[in-house]
């Protein structure tokens, strides 16, 4: 286990891309304040890898882009052009039904929004709880956090658009964590209970319906129950402080569990999910009380293999990383579903 909490100073070292580089722990770790970074063979490889990946991705990031910008260009060419062919009788006609039609994507969109009002309300009274424990801001780098506050938007979005969410939590939720979820637009109009006191504080009296999951835990859940609460920690650490939550769990006198996915797949790498990956598979579980059909519908393909191959960090890394471009798309979406007014 690492000794310094947030030892990874993403941004360190350049990037040919100029973008982040949360993977840089490693190179870091290896360099003293007064030298030049040296980096290893291992570490060099790994930059290297890090770098690809991260050109490629902007490369992607841009070509969608622009690919957007030229659908938009072309319907609206195609739109001027249908209008300009026409009598004044049918513009004005077309218009009309466009008007409509605006009108109509707007109801249904503040009816959806409503509706998931609703839903979110009624899982606060009899949803399954679960919360996401924001303890560990402080062993998290900037681009950490950020990955973390992202993969916190895509729960909210996932969970919204349940038939049957769960009632999330966000525990601890103060100082950086806090003024990072902040700056979400429309975050503080979320339907989650936003507690600024720790899990075992907030929830004191109902101690003994803690469950921490953990993939460290020997104990692997069989079910969900309605009745007990489910922690998950709030973490992104490329595994780097492997068997934390488990100790803090077990320091808490509070149950482990983790994830039944040894029963049901093999993983090509290790069954250390990402926060969003854990509570999509909870929301999934919930909703179809099967946990190979949570687990086919969210641990991506790559991750899965027919051997038995340990993982590595490595895996982790670029999990997360990718888990991140999902996010990405599903960010605005999130946003876009906030509610205006609640
Ligand atoms: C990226 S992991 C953090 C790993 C961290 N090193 C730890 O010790 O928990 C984020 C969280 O997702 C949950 N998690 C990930 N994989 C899991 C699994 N296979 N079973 C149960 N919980 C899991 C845990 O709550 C974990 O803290």
Redesign the pocket.
């Known amino acids: 286990m690492p000794e310094s909490p947030g030892g990874g100073d993403a941004g360190a070292l350049p990037l040919t891309t100029g973008e982040k580089n949360p993977q840089s722990e490693e190179a870091a770790a290896v360099r003293s304040d007064a030298d030049p970074p040296v980096l290893s063979k291992n570490a060099q490889k790994k930059l290297a890898k890090q770098q690809r990946f991260e050109a490629q991705k902007a490369e992607k990031k841009a070509a969608a882009k622009e690919q957007k910008r030229r659908e938009v260009e072309r319907k609206r060419k195609e739109w001027e052009e249908s209008l300009a062919s026409v009598t004044e009788e049918e513009r004005e006609k077309l218009l009309e039904s466009r008007r409509n039609l605006r009108k109509e994507r707007m109801e249904k969109r503040s009816q959806e929004k409503e509706n998931k009002r609703e839903r979110l309300s009624v899982a606060r009274e009899q949803g399954q709880n679960v919360v996401v424990d924001l303890q560990f801001s402080h062993l998290m780098n900037p681009n950490e956090i950020h990955s973390l506050v992202q993969q916190i938007m895509y729960c909210y979005a996932v969970n919204g658009r349940c038939a049957s969410p769960a009632h999330l939590w966000l525990t601890a939720c103060d100082g950086e964590m806090d003024s990072a979820l902040k700056r979400i637009p429309g975050f503080d109009k979320w339907i989650i209970e936003k507690e600024n006191r720790s899990y075992i504080e907030a929830l004191c009296d109902r101690k003994e319906d803690l469950v921490?999951?953990?993939?460290?835990s020997e104990t692997v859940l069989e079910e969900l129950d309605l009745k007990k609460i489910y922690v998950?920690?709030g973490?992104?650490?490329r595994?780097r402080?492997?068997?934390?939550?488990?100790k803090k769990a077990e320091e808490q006198g509070i149950q482990t569990a983790?994830?039944p996915?040894g029963n049901f797949m093999k993983m090509s790498s290790s069954?250390?999910?990402?926060?969003n990956q854990?509570v999509e598979i909870l929301l999934k579980f919930l909703e179809t009380r099967e946990w190979k059909t949570a687990f086919y519908a969210v641990i991506p393909q790559r991750k899965r293999c027919q051997s038995d191959s340990e993982g590595n960090a490595e895996d982790t890394i670029e999990e997360e990383e990718e888990q991140n471009d999902n996010v990405t798309a599903s960010k605005k979406k999130c946003i876009e579903e906030v509610p205006s007014n609640s």
């Open positions: 921490y999951l953990t993939a460290d998950i920690g973490l992104v650490d595994n402080w492997k068997g934390i939550t488990l983790k994830l996915i069954q250390v999910l990402t926060v854990v």
